[in-house]
C-alpha cells in the first residue's frame, strides 16, 4: 500500500474529467484499510473514496486524500433453491452480474450493464427495468472510519429508497462498503414488466425468456441508449426520474398529455426525466465542449476536453427550464465533487 502524491484523475472517472487528487491510495484488501487507519490517514477533513468513478462529477481538484477500492472476489453457495452471492466491493457490478447469469442465478439480470462498482451499489440503491438492488440485497460489510472497525449491515438497516440508503443520508461519508451480499434464486422469476424489454423480446421472437437471454435484451438496450465511457466521457443517467404526488401528477397529464409515467407506490407517479428534458429541446445539443447524448437526453457528455464546471453548469441550466416549462425540480443521481 503506497500514497502517491498529485495524481490524475483522468482514468479514476467516467466523465474523463483531468483534475488532481493530492493524494491517492489503492485498497487490495480489507486489511490495507486497517493499515491506513492505523497511520491516521483516514481521519483528515478531505477524504474521499471512490470505485469505478461512474456516478460523480469532479468540478475542481481535490485537495485531500482518495481511497481507490479495488477489492476482487466473487463466491457463493447454494441453499434449497436459493443461491447466496458474495462479492467484494471492488469487483465491477456487471461482472457480478455475468457471473450470476452464467450461472442461471436469478434476480440481476435487469441491472446489466450499469457501470460502477458493488460496493457503490447498496449506497445508490442501483436499479433498472421495473427491479433494484434492494429486491435482492441480503446483507453487506463496511468500514467504520470512526472506529477502525467492521460492522455488517442488513436490509433493514439500509433505508433504502428511490436511489438513497443509509450511506447517502445519516452514514454518508461514515462508513466504506468492503462487500455486498446477495440472496438469487435457481427458479426463474423474471420481470419484463417495462415495456421496452417485451418489444425488444418480441422482435427477437422470444416468448419464454431464460436469464441469460433477459440480460442480453437489457444489454441491447441499454448499448443503443447509453454511450460508452471509454468512447465519450459519460456518468449514465445524470438526473434521478423524479416523483410527484398524484395531484401534481394529474395536473401535468392534463397539461402534457404524452407525458411518459409509471406509478410508483401509493398515490405517486415517477416521470421520465429523459422525457421532460428532450421536451425542453435538450436531447443531442452541444453546448462548447459539453451537451446531452443524442440517444438520450437523460445522459450528459463530455465531447471533447470539458471541465467538470462546464458540465456542472449544463446541468444546472437543464434543471431550470425543466423546472420553468413543467414546474417539476429534478435531482441530480451523479454525485458532484467540490460544489
Avoid at 141 to 165: I, M, N, P
Wanted: aromatic share 10%.
Amino acid at each position: 500500500m503506497n500514497i502517491v502524491k498529485q495524481v490524475s484523475l483522468k482514468t479514476y472517472n467516467t466523465f474523463g474529467v483531468d483534475v488532481k487528487a493530492e493524494q491517492l491510495v489503492h485498497i487490495e484488501h480489507e486489511k490495507d484499510l486497517t493499515q491506513l487507519y492505523d497511520t491516521g490517514a483516514l481521519h483528515r477533513d478531505k477524504l474521499l473514496f471512490i470505485g469505478g468513478g461512474s456516478n460523480m462529477l469532479f468540478v475542481r481538484d481535490y485537495d485531500g486524500l482518495i481511497v481507490h477500492m479495488a477489492i476482487k472476489g466473487i463466491k457463493h453457495r447454494e441453499r434449497a433453491g436459493a443461491v447466496e452471492v458474495q462479492a467484494a466491493g471492488g469487483e465491477v457490478w456487471h461482472h457480478l452480474v455475468r457471473y450470476c447469469v452464467d450461472r442461471g442465478f436469478g434476480g440481476i439480470e435487469n441491472l446489466s450493464l450499469i457501470p460502477g462498482t458493488v460496493g457503490a451499489a447498496p449506497v445508490q440503491n442501483i436499479g433498472a427495468y421495473g427491479v433494484e438492488l434492494q429486491d435482492v440485497f441480503l446483507s453487506c460489510r463496511a468500514f467504520d472510519l470512526a472506529t477502525g472497525t467492521f460492522k455488517t449491515f442488513y436490509k433493514e438497516d439500509c433505508q433504502f429508497g428511490y436511489r438513497e440508503s443509509i450511506f447517502k443520508g445519516a452514514l454518508k461519508g461514515k462508513y466504506i462498503i468492503t462487500e455486498v451480499n446477495l440472496l438469487l434464486s435457481k427458479q426463474s422469476k423474471l420481470n419484463t414488466t417495462y415495456g421496452a424489454i417485451n418489444e425488444e423480446l418480441n422482435r427477437r421472437g422470444i416468448a419464454q425468456p431464460t436469464i441469460k437471454e433477459i440480460s442480453e435484451v437489457v444489454s441491447s438496450i441499454r448499448q443503443s441508449k447509453l454511450p460508452d465511457p471509454s468512447t465519450i466521457g459519460n456518468a449514465g443517467s445524470f438526473f434521478k426520474n423524479p416523483v410527484v404526488s398524484e395531484d401534481t401528477f394529474r395536473t401535468l397529464v392534463s397539461d402534457f398529455v404524452d407525458i411518459v409515467y409509471y406509478p410508483f407506490g401509493l398515490n405517486q407517479y415517477k416521470l421520465a426525466a429523459g422525457w421532460l428534458i428532450e421536451q425542453c429541446g435538450w436531447k443531442g445539443k452541444v453546448v462548447g465542449n459539453v451537451g446531452t447524448w443524442k440517444n438520450q437526453a437523460l445522459v450528459l457528455v463530455n465531447h471533447g476536453n470539458a471541465t467538470g464546471l462546464e458540465i456542472y453548469k449544463l446541468s444546472e441550466t437543464i434543471i431550470e427550464s425543466v423546472k420553468k416549462r413543467f414546474g417539476v425540480c429534478l435531482e441530480r443521481e451523479v454525485n458532484v465533487i467540490g460544489v
